[in-house]
């Protein structure tokens, strides 16, 4: 037996099933998220395996848990990322609910519950690759390390913590295991938001025509701005960069001229363009709409972005993925590129490493009702994963020994 049919031997998709339901009956609902009791869960898993654990606090209630595998030489560590947080289910979700979200059931090999496939489902599957390493007492040539975040479905505070730390110095590539139905991703959209405020001037609505109406001029303002794009090309994997109008607030009263309206602007971006190039296209329409008339008044206000990514296909790590697929699921990967932002933005912006997004379940069944995965998904990624870590670390020379795990880093106080 080679050493991968070695570790898949110690996969098992019931294993994984088991796991994932364990992580979803434990609440981290995002928010407030309270990620620390899961945090301490899966550090106490990887502890288990005999890995060197941290526990990182993030805020109040909060922490991310990492866990690092030392192989045999000091050649630098593949990642293996994924989230703690779940979003909520409202309520009007509940009731579209066939079962209780926080109590998981497998019906028909499919695993029900919040979180099963964004993304507790790939959390555990790769908590169960490494398991399947250390049971089949493969030695590997560099370090794994293992990065549960939390605050994903939220503002990235987890991600951009751990990210900022120094934790992941040693980082060489990173895999995030969010629900891409085992479909291989190299590329995602990035994510800006802010808000344009529009001013006006008060006036009595009895006097036609007095003040200027900031709600009015905010109309005009969308008409002009959904009839075009952002001025970047598109992406010949993710297509356009767009904007979405998504919130509005105006108004002073019911019969007074409303002198301000603020518009919240969500912007999707395509690799190679960044936030400041989406907000100047912004600053273009508002320049024009001044010049025309001269009432009109706005300023913009950014509150953030989350940068677009792409990893070359002929990088190391997308070729690793590329085989690993191949060898645990007999046929040629499918490249993709993942619509949503996730914490591959700060992987790729803060530690400059390549990221590739791998993960059980599918996008179109989570944050909804019935979520689910498949255990036969679950099985597969973990043998993904597994294959992931010994074909970048290309095992040889294997001498039946376990990894070495001593210490890297000071396991905290508890
Ligand atoms: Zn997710």
């Not at 990887?46 to 922490?63: E, L, S, T």
């Amino acid at each position: 037996m080679d050493s991968l049919d070695r570790v898949f031997s110690h996969i098992r998709g019931e294993r994984i099933a088991a796991v994932t339901s364990d992580l979803i009956k434990i609440s981290s609902i995002n928010p407030p998220g309270n990620e620390e009791e899961l945090a301490r869960w899966t550090a106490d898993f990887m502890k288990d395996m005999g890995m060197d654990v941290m526990i990182q606090p993030v805020a109040r209630r909060r922490a991310n848990t990492v866990g690092k595998l030392r192989g045999r030489e000091r050649k630098g560590c593949l990642v293996f990322s994924g989230h703690l947080d779940v979003v909520p289910v409202s309520r009007e979700e509940q009731s579209a609910w066939r079962t209780d979200p926080f109590q998981p059931v497998i019906e028909q090999g499919r695993l029900f519950g919040r979180g099963a496939a964004d993304a507790k489902g790939g959390a555990a599957a790769i908590l169960c690759a490494v398991e399947a390493i250390q049971k089949a007492r493969i030695p590997i040539a560099g370090d794994i390390m293992v990065a549960l975040s939390a605050d994903e479905e939220g503002t990235m505070l987890g991600v951009r913590t751990l990210t900022g730390s120094g934790v992941l110095r040693e980082a060489r590539a990173v895999v995030v295991a969010e629900p891409s139905d085992n479909r291989l991703c190299l590329s995602s959209r990035g994510q800006t938001s802010g808000w344009v405020n529009i001013d006006g001037q008060t006036a009595h609505t009895s006097l036609q025509d007095a003040g200027v109406n900031a709600i009015h001029a905010a109309a005009r303002f969308i008409d002009r701005l959904l009839g075009r794009r952002p001025s970047h090309q598109p992406h010949p994997v993710l297509g356009e960069s767009y904007w979405t109008v998504t919130m509005i607030h105006g108004g002073a009263g019911e019969s007074i001229v409303p002198d301000s309206c603020g518009l919240h602007i969500d912007g999707r971006l395509v690799p190679g363009q960044n936030a400041q190039q989406f907000w100047d296209d912004v600053e273009t329409v508002l320049q024009e709409m001044a010049e025309a008339d001269d009432t009109f008044s706005a300023r913009i206000n950014i509150l953030g972005e989350a940068a677009a990514w792409e990893t070359p296909p002929d990088s190391i790590l997308a070729e690793t993925a590329k085989r690993a697929i191949q060898k645990t699921l007999g046929k040629e990967p499918e490249v993709m590129g993942f619509p949503a932002t996730t914490d591959g933005a700060y992987f790729h912006s803060q530690l400059g490493i390549p990221v590739a997004i791998l993960g059980p379940g599918s996008l179109s069944s989570s944050h909804g009702a019935n979520e689910f995965v498949s255990v036969e998904q679950l099985e597969e990624a973990a043998r993904i994963y597994a294959a992931c870590v010994l074909e970048y670390w290309n095992t040889e020379g294997d001498d039946g020994k376990p990894p070495d795990s001593s210490r890297l880093f000071p396991v905290p106080e508890q």
